[in-house]
């Protein structure tokens, strides 16, 4: 387009151009240097747990797995086939929270939505529970729990897309839709508790807590990472739209985006992904709602840089709770859920803090 | 050259409250043009029609022959970009993104140098390019507005339609904006459509003018001389005014006299 003033001053133009660039590198090589310290921890990780393995052994007894040349059976199990699966479950749970709390947070413009506000993670819970304190299910297939969390953690979204579909559904009035379910899920869930076996109680309550050690092996990795890796290339396939629609609904309309699909699409991703988590290693709270504000602090709102590093900062932060909970370093193991309540519970404190009266 | 027309339009949130009631104009050739009206008679809303944010519920839009109903998001934002009055961004980006925004339709893998030449020249046309890394949270009302101005042109659309662009703006930038405006419709043959409230000022830089009464009705459309009168203003405002003539630009300058509001 020409325009009247097109006398433009070149060394200003170079400049804004050289410093745009530099911003972009910045958010690239924050991006980098958690993905680095994630697989320095992923390492540190390995060589935790009842038995003490160096640093560098865990390099070596992978290396001697993968060229088939194992020289000790029992360190190439716990560290192959127990460890390891363990870390890359903590990473793969914490990029797929991370993302969905980051996506769902854009679409529904609130800073409070993650998998708990929309329900997902009630919806998990009861169908959880109902495959514990019944055995529904559990005579046909061993991945009960699993699919039946899945299957109810999909509800929610369902209630909330229709909602929209039928009521043309302002975001607010879709989390609000969220946490009328999850109230519902909640009062099933405490129902079939009180009518539990005491017997069941237990893994019940270490379910509704969370934690990666119930991932401690390979049979259940290709289903989380197929999901969390589908989910997040689409995820940023889609990033430029939900830079458009971040602008509001009636700027992403004349800019050509379909708002309520993109919304509805976006909102289907986020369940399948998240329910593809928690539906294994159960409700883990905080990764989703606080890793992507503290990303925004770093990288601004462009969801080209901020969905990845949201992913790399979950995974990151996952880890470090899971890495503390399973270290034992105040005398006992504690669950990653619990972990991950005590760091996220003071973060987001901090984060609202420093927020004070500034728009997110 | 682009046409955009609109064919016997209403709309209504609840049929008993009709908006805009058999809305029929044609915008064709280039210039600017301005929608006038008191609050409430659906300017915003058929400016939203024409766009598609709001789908009428009777009547045609056309925009260069072709039903709008049967026209995708994607093909109308091709032709029109509509700037609306307010942003409701939850999460803020720097200005030099929230601008960069607007070009969507227009950004090729390896053009991004031209896209930020664009984005540059909008800055530096409005006078914000040293907020270009501020976050759009930091910025007052009239400069968020010339922040959503800028994205708007960076769209390069044939027709630009603009909600109360305005409304924050202090006098000089109030001016230079529609000033710009219009000079932007007329070196690229465009049509500009703005909303406006000032009534001196549209009746200077206006090519057109649409005045809209109640209840969502067009009462007037012509040029400034024709549409800027006392008997108008009076039935469309409900105020008595004065209308003289610019003694530079020969254009109707109104001085306001007394609400009749408070004479009920």
């Known amino acids: 387009m020409d325009w009247s003033n097109d006398g433009l001053d070149p060394s200003n133009f170079e400049t804004c151009v050289k410093k745009y660039r530099l911003e972009i590198k910045h958010k690239i090589l924050f991006i980098i240097a958690l993905i680095v310290g994630t697989v320095v921890l992923s390492s540190y990780s390995t060589t935790l747990g009842t038995m003490d393995i160096g640093f560098l052994d865990t390099y070596r007894i992978i290396w001697e797995h993968i060229i088939g040349d194992i020289k000790d059976t029992t360190l190439d199990f716990l560290v192959v086939e127990y460890r390891l699966p363990r870390v890359c479950a903590a990473i793969i749970t914490g990029v797929g929270l991370s993302i969905c709390g980051c996506l769902m947070q854009g679409v529904l413009k609130n800073p409070l939505a993650d998998p708990y506000t929309t329900g997902v993670s009630s919806g998990a819970a009861f169908g959880a529970t109902l495959v514990m304190t019944t055995g529904f299910l559990a005579a046909i297939t061993g991945f009960a729990t699993v699919i039946s969390a899945f299957v109810f953690a999909m509800v929610p979204i369902t209630v909330i897309i229709m909602m929209s579909k039928f009521s043309n559904a302002s975001p607010t009035t879709m989390i609000m839709a969220g946490i009328g379910v999850m109230y519902v899920f909640n009062a099933f869930t405490t129902l079939m508790m009180l009518w539990a076996d005491p017997m069941n109680l237990t893994n019940l309550y270490r379910w509704q807590v969370g934690s990666i050690a119930m991932v401690s092996s390979w049979a259940n990795i290709p289903y989380m990472a197929g999901v969390v890796i589908v989910g997040l290339i689409i995820m940023m396939v889609l990033s430029k739209q939900l830079n458009v629609l971040a602008s509001g609904d009636e700027s992403a309309k004349s800019m050509g985006i379909n708002a309520d699909r993109l919304r509805l699409v976006s909102l289907v991703l986020t369940g399948v992904v998240s329910a593809g988590v928690v539906s294994f290693t159960g409700l883990i709270g905080f990764v989703g709602l606080v890793c992507p504000h503290i990303v925004r602090m770093f990288v601004g709102s462009d969801n080209k840089y901020l969905i990845p590093g949201s992913a790399a900062l979950g995974a990151f932060v996952l880890l470090v709770a899971d890495t503390i909970g399973k270290s034992g370093w105040i005398g006992f193991t504690i669950q990653t859920g619990v972990v991950m309540a005590f760091i996220g519970g003071p973060v987001f404190l901090w984060l609202i803090l420093r927020r004070s009266n500034q728009a997110w | ?264």
């Open chain 2, 1 to 264: 050259m682009t046409k955009i027309e609109l064919s016997h339009v209403s709309f209504a949130y609840n049929p008993e409250e009709p908006v805009l009631k058999d809305i029929s104009m044609t915008f064709e050739e280039p210039g600017l043009y301005c929608i006038l009206g008191p609050n409430g008679v659906g300017k915003s809303t058929v400016v939203k029609c024409i766009c598609k944010i709001n789908e009428h519920t009777e009547g045609d839009i056309f925009i260069d022959g072709q039903n709008t109903k049967e026209l995708r998001y994607k093909d109308i934002a091709k032709v029109v970009s509509f700037v609306p009055a307010t942003s409701n961004e939850m999460f803020s980006m720097s200005v030099i993104d929230t601008i960069m925004i607007g070009r969507y339709n227009k950004r090729k893998w390896g053009q991004e140098e031209e896209d930020l030449r664009q984005v540059y020249k909008a800055m530096n046309l409005l006078h914000i390019e040293n907020l270009a890394y501020h976050k759009s949270n930091q910025l007052s009302a009239g400069q968020h507005q010339k922040v959503s101005l800028a994205r708007g042109l960076v769209q390069e659309p044939k027709v630009l339609i603009l909600d109360e662009p305005t409304a924050n703006l202090d006098v000089k930038y109030q001016v230079y904006v529609t000033e710009l405006l219009r000079a932007i419709a007329k070196q690229n043959q465009m049509i500009i459509i703005m909303i406006s409230h000032d009534l001196n000022i549209t009746a200077k830089y206006a090519d057109r003018i649409i005045m809209m009464a109640r209840p969502g009705v067009v009462y007037t459309v012509g040029t400034p001389e024709e549409v800027i009168t006392s008997e108008n203003i009076e039935h469309v405002y409900g105020i008595k005014s004065t209308i003289i003539k610019d003694p530079n630009v020969g254009v109707p300058v109104v001085i306001l006299g007394e609400s009749l509001m408070d004479n009920e």
